[in-house]
């Protein structure tokens, strides 16, 4: 994580209250990471061993944007609220993060 990330992650952290602004935050440094697409689509199916070179690299890119999704999810969450939600294997699943994604 970059300097400028982990200031902004670190200067509104959700915690109930602020959501709004934590909306806002996060959404920015998704948008800016080229993350936000793992909000709004799904993960490609679990790939095959002949599965072509463009699959592939579709699936690794949605499977490494999503880890990295989710870590600045819980980055940005109050200690109480990243252990609530540190199972989730996807970072759409979060409910907080279903009003930022439209679904």
């Given at each position: 994580m970059n300097s400028s990330i982990v200031q902004l992650l670190a200067s509104e952290k959700l915690n109930g209250?602020?959501?709004a602004?934590?909306?806002?935050?996060?959404?920015t440094i998704l948008v800016a990471d080229d993350l936000?697409?793992?909000?709004?689509e799904e993960c490609p199916q679990t790939l095959a061993s002949?599965?072509?070179r463009a699959s592939r690299k579709a699936y690794d890119r949605w499977?490494?944007?999503n880890e990295k999704a989710r870590v600045y999810i819980l980055?940005?969450?109050s200690d109480v609220l990243a252990k609530k939600h540190e199972s989730l294997d996807k970072g759409k699943e979060s409910?907080?993060?279903h009003r930022i994604s439209g679904s």
């Open positions: 209250d602020n959501y602004t934590w909306k806002s935050n996060l959404n936000r697409f793992v909000l709004t002949n599965a072509n499977i490494k944007a980055a940005s969450m409910p907080c993060l």
